[in-house]
């Protein structure tokens, strides 16, 4: 029986347990509770899921998950993703105005989409498998974080893994064991343009999860069967009869009970069909709400920025940089391509019936790919200070354009306007189209979030900042895999397929000479765009660390009894989509858990 089996039935029950110890010794200075728990894990996404799953594997701990998102029903057709932002399943967060930045944007607003669901940004993510590189995870331990090197981390990549990839795999990398089912994304054809075609500029092919940093390879995906294996189907469906473990949906943490004379954490408070409640945790809770949930709840409850605290009216309990530091991949989505051969995506042709019932009787086809995304490329620029072999730069192949879906669907979830798509993208419509997306993976910019207020049903503020540093660094390593792209649009690979540049004006940068550096320039500022990867509000690092939130152990500096557990507390962008190594941080979460516990 494979998790997907199991039929959607966690949430809305609470299980009956007479025997249970409803122990309830107050402290001084702590709010009475209905229950006691031995854990509370306070969001069910990618890093949540996986924590749930293995803390309750000891018997004698009872947990309580509360996520405020429902469970998710009819999301498991891999290419229709784009189509869930649009779903209860997302937060509908946007970036704040920042000038010469979206300029493609509706009111130059930049959706910045989150999973609120049970399995949180996984339901509605690309299902895209990296976990980045050597080079990040020994920075991450070297800035002061033992436990947390490459060597530290890949077991609990293997540890979460049941691989069924067979392309260009390297075993030795891979786990067969685990909850979380791996397969090979969907290719068609026109992958083979962009693979052989980096073969001709030297570019290797590899398993970019193994152990070579640069190189080129299809996409490796968390579906099963072909359909989509977010974190809760994968790490909760299977175990979600266990009796220890009490998951709630549609239930939504307000606030960090935290004791002020002990300065512990000892239950949350949470709103549930308009009830409120509170919930006490005997031994620890868990933060895995997220980079803007976790920093949320982390600022309400007095642990934040002393001078946003006192501008809040919140009293302050530990002044930690939460918020700051806030990482994320800027891509590029001006650079497509057509082609006269039908060996790319184009949503009139997909949805026919053979290609639906292939889908959801053998789980194959073009129905299973990954919102079109089908390669990856990590290469290094012309302007990359990176060690010997560490990436700049993610090249991410998509068998098709924004004008697959004739500006349905895709392009309005990120946000682009009438005027912009009509003009750059419109044209491919008629055409077979691709696009290759660079990412930059090291930015130098950062950007913050900050509280609009007190009400913890107020969304955050969130400011990328993309394009700051001050040496240019960030716009110089983009405009350098733009020039990248262009070579490898000229190898014969390319050639073999009639591939075309599309060179469509982007409005507005049409004063600059097509194709100088100042109007690619201006295109970024245009057509730049987040792929949802942001890291580091919750930054880990030592106590010395003026930046640092959470020690090596997830431990909230100067707070008992809360850990924070998430992509908040990746402390940079790494060269990966975040959320493996969000199911990786939930994995190590658990064992340093069971450790101090003594549980292992
Ligand atoms: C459109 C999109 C595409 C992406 N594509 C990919 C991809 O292909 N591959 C990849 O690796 N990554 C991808 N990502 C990024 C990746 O999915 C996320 O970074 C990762 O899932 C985050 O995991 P997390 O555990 O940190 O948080 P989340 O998975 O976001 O989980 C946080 C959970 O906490 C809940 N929560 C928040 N606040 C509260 C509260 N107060 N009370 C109760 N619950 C709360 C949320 O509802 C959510 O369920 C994508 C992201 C997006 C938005």
């Keep these: 029986q494979t998790t997907y089996d199991i039929e959607n039935n966690i949430g809305h029950h609470i299980y009956k347990r007479d025997n249970f110890d409803w122990l309830n010794h107050l402290k001084p200075a702590q709010e009475a509770v209905s229950e006691i728990y031995d854990f509370i894990i306070v969001g069910a996404g990618s890093a949540g899921s996986v924590i749930a799953n293995r803390l309750s594997e000891v018997h004698d701990w009872k947990i309580l998950v509360l996520e405020v998102g429902e469970e998710e029903k009819y999301t498991e057709m891999p ?71 490459y060597k530290d981390i890949l077991p609990y990549y293997i540890k979460s893994e049941n691989t069924a990839l067979k392309n260009n795999v390297d075993y030795r990398y891979h786990g067969v064991q685990g909850y979380l089912r791996t397969e090979d994304a969907y290719q068609s054809e026109i992958s083979n343009a962009f693979i052989n075609g980096l073969n001709e500029l030297e570019i290797p092919i590899v398993d970019y999860n193994a152990n070579k940093s640069l190189g080129v390879s299809t996409i490796q995906g968390t579906t099963s069967e072909g359909k989509r294996l977010s974190a809760a189907r994968a790490f909760l469906h299977s175990v979600n009869h266990r009796p220890n473990l009490r998951i709630l949906t549609e239930a939504f943490v307000t606030k960090l009970l935290i004791n002020r004379e002990t300065k512990e954490a000892y239950g949350v408070e949470y709103e549930r069909f308009g009830v409120s409640n509170r919930v006490g945790a005997s031994k620890e809770v868990i933060l895995s709400a997220g980079t ?36 994320d991949h800027f891509a590029f989505l001006g650079l497509s391509f057509s082609t006269n051969q039908y060996v790319t995506h184009h949503f009139s042709q997909l949805l026919n019936p053979y290609n639906i019932l292939n889908f959801y009787i053998n789980g194959m086809g073009p129905l299973t790919g990954l919102g079109g995304a089908q390669a990856i490329a990590y290469i290094k620029t012309s302007q ?38 009509n003009a750059v993208f419109g044209p491919l419509e008629k055409t077979y189209s691709l696009m290759i997306i660079p990412l930059l993976l090291h930015p130098k910019s950062k950007g913050y979030l900050k ?22 660094e960030d716009i110089d390593t983009l405009l350098a895999s733009i020039r990248y792209v262009q070579r490898l649009a000229q190898t014969k690979a390319f050639a073999k397929f009639n591939v075309t540049f599309n060179t469509n004006p982007v409005p507005g940068c049409e004063r600059h000479k097509f194709d100088s550096d100042p109007y ?81």
């Excluded at 937060?91 to 049970?118: D, H, S, T, V």
């Excluded at 509280?451 to 240019?472: A, E, I, M, Q, V």
């Excluded at 930054?539 to 020690?551: I, L, R, T």
């Design 79 to 149: 290419l229709t993703v784009s189509l869930l932002q649009f779903t209860k399943y997302n937060w509908r967060y946007f970036m704040e105005r920042q000038p010469g930045i979206a300029l493609a944007c509706e009111n130059q607003r930049m959706p910045w989409p989150k999973g609120k669901a049970l399995g949180g940004t996984s339901v509605i993510n690309y299902m895209i498998y990296t976990r980045g590189q050597r080079f990040d995870f020994d920075k991450w331990a070297a800035q002061g974080n033992p436990g947390w090197s």
């Design 292 to 327: 803007f949930g976790s920093p949320q709840l982390l600022i309400l409850a007095g642990i934040g920025p002393k001078e946003h605290l006192e501008e809040l009216g919140i009293p302050v309990l530990k002044n930690l940089q939460v918020g700051r530091n806030l990482q």
């Design 520 to 600: 690619w320039k201006c295109c970024l500022r245009f057509l730049g765009q987040t792929l949802h990867h942001q890291v580091g509000t919750v930054k880990m690092g030592p106590s010395e660390d003026p930046e640092a939130v959470v020690n090596n152990e997830l431990q909230v500096h100067g707070i008992g009894r809360l850990r924070v557990a998430d992509c908040s507390v990746i402390p940079f962008a790494i060269a990966a989509h975040t959320s493996a190594p969000a199911m990786m941080v939930g994995e190590k979460a658990a064992d340093l858990i069971k450790t101090t516990w003594n549980k292992q």
């Design 384 to 421: 990359s200070k990176e060690p010997a072999d560490d990436p700049d730069i993610e090249l991410l192949f998509i068998g098709t354009s924004l004008a697959f879906d004739f500006g349905l669907v895709i392009r309005r979830g990120m946000g682009i306007t009438d005027k912009i798509y």
């Design 451 to 472: 509280l609009r207020s007190k009400d913890p049903h107020d969304y955050p503020l969130f400011y990328g900042n993309y394009l700051t540093d001050s040496g240019n």
